[in-house]
């Protein structure tokens, strides 16, 4: 009697592209813009992403009689943690932290991941031509590929 093998393949998909979004634009603001410069239709999701008890809000473009399937990520988000009273203190401090959805790239305010649909160099070239993008930059970096693969919607 033979024995079964198999074989776990650990890569991760990372077959999509990243841009790098710098802008201080409101993420709604950014996503009215960009339906308007690049014909796209960002609608925000119907539940924000939530990563370490702190909600990141996005958007989706998704249109599969085209093929296209676009997220549009903000990147930083702010937690308020609550310190109880206690003899020491006398009242209740809120502390705000910082977090990050890609912590390399924190100073990136919002990450357009493209899994189907128009090219990062197209988009690029489209982006660079407004004010209100002040820089725009594909990520080509696998560590940050990967942890983006997770965040599948």
Excluded at 50 to 75: H, K, P, V
Excluded at 77 to 99: D, G, I, R
């Amino acid at each position: 009697m033979g024995t079964k093998r198999y074989l776990l393949e650990t890569d991760l998909d990372t077959d999509f592209e990243v841009l790098a979004l710098h802008t201080s634009l409101p993420g709604f603001k950014l996503a009215f813009l960009l339906n308007q410069w690049i014909k796209s239709q960002f609608r925000r999701a119907p539940q924000d992403l939530y990563l370490q008890q702190t909600a990141f809000e996005y958007y989706l473009w998704e249109d599969s009689q085209q093929g296209i399937r676009c997220t549009l990520f903000q990147n930083k988000s702010q937690h308020e943690e609550t310190q109880p009273t206690n003899a020491l203190n006398l009242f209740e401090v809120t502390l705000t932290k910082e977090v990050y959805l890609l912590a390399e790239a924190k100073s990136v305010p919002y990450l357009l991941k493209i899994n189907e649909g128009p090219s990062a160099h197209d988009l690029k070239k489209s982006l660079e031509k407004h004010p209100q993008i002040s820089m725009c930059y594909p990520i080509e970096d696998t560590r940050i590929k990967g942890q983006l693969n997770i965040l599948n919607e």
